[in-house]
């Protein structure tokens, strides 16, 4: 166990719903970072928050939305989803806004649109 | 525009052996930090060894070592006595570090599919 939660583990939808990844990071952490992993982009960073601010913005669609909560778990919110966003959604946490050392990964979150 | 290459889409090797998986990076900055991660078939990430591009030094890790040639883009690592354990999937990642001290996360290569074989 890592120490970083992510919530569901799977999930299955249809083209066009929105759906929310929760977040709790690793005790202590104060960043989180979210990653897509899919067959044709392989690993993509999005979006990072470090304690409830956004910090950095990578390849993430203009209908996918982030937050960092005052509790530091953070929520990855998917809308109008199409067959290309079925992927492995991965929340990382690290203590500084530079993961220097590196992330601490979670176990993702399986996202099957169909 | 920021690039990984993994040359080798799939490696197997018997257990015991060394085995060498290939890394180059494109980048015009300076100030950096390189990765390789391990996704076993679990799925979970799983940090390897880390290298600061300022230090000239090869990073260790027990069984893992890296072969960092910084005038070549390169960042081997290298896996010795290998164990059946080993089998996953292998990235090689960068992160920029920006003038303000940030960074804008990791850059991952396409991953080598390690297998040891018994």
């Known amino acids: 166990d890592s120490g970083v939660t992510q919530t569901p583990k799977h999930l299955i939808t249809a083209t066009g719903q929105r759906v929310t990844l929760r977040c709790s990071p690793r005790?202590?952490?104060?960043?989180v970072y979210w990653y897509q992993q899919s067959l044709d982009q392989g690993l993509q960073f999005l979006i990072q928050?470090?304690?409830?601010?956004?910090?950095a913005k990578g390849n993430i669609l203009e209908r996918f939305s982030a937050q960092q909560f005052p509790d530091l778990h953070s929520e990855l919110n998917l809308s109008s989803l199409e067959l290309g966003d079925s992927a492995l959604y991965f929340c990382?946490?690290?203590?500084?806004?530079?993961?220097?050392?590196?992330?601490?990964f979670g176990s993702g979150t399986r996202l099957t649109v169909v | 525009a920021q690039t990984v290459t993994q040359s080798q889409p799939e490696m197997s090797v018997q257990e015991a052996e060394t085995v060498t998986l290939s890394c180059t990076y494109d980048t015009s900055e300076n100030n950096y930090y390189l990765f390789w991660y391990k996704q076993p078939p679990s799925r979970q990430m799983i940090l390897v060894i880390r290298?600061?591009?300022?230090?000239?030094q090869n990073a260790t890790e027990n069984r893992f070592s890296v072969n960092f040639q910084k005038a070549a883009k390169s960042f081997s690592l290298k896996i010795s006595d290998s164990q059946l354990g080993d089998t996953a999937m292998y990235f090689c990642a960068f992160m920029i570090v920006s003038s303000g001290g940030g960074a804008d996360g990791l850059t991952f290569g396409k991953g080598t599919h390690l297998i040891i074989q018994p």
């Open positions: 005790s202590g952490d104060l960043s």
């Open positions: 990382a946490s690290s203590l500084r806004p530079l993961a220097n050392y590196g992330y601490t």
């Open positions: 928050y470090y304690n409830g601010e956004e910090r």
């Open positions: 290298q600061e591009a300022y230090k000239q």
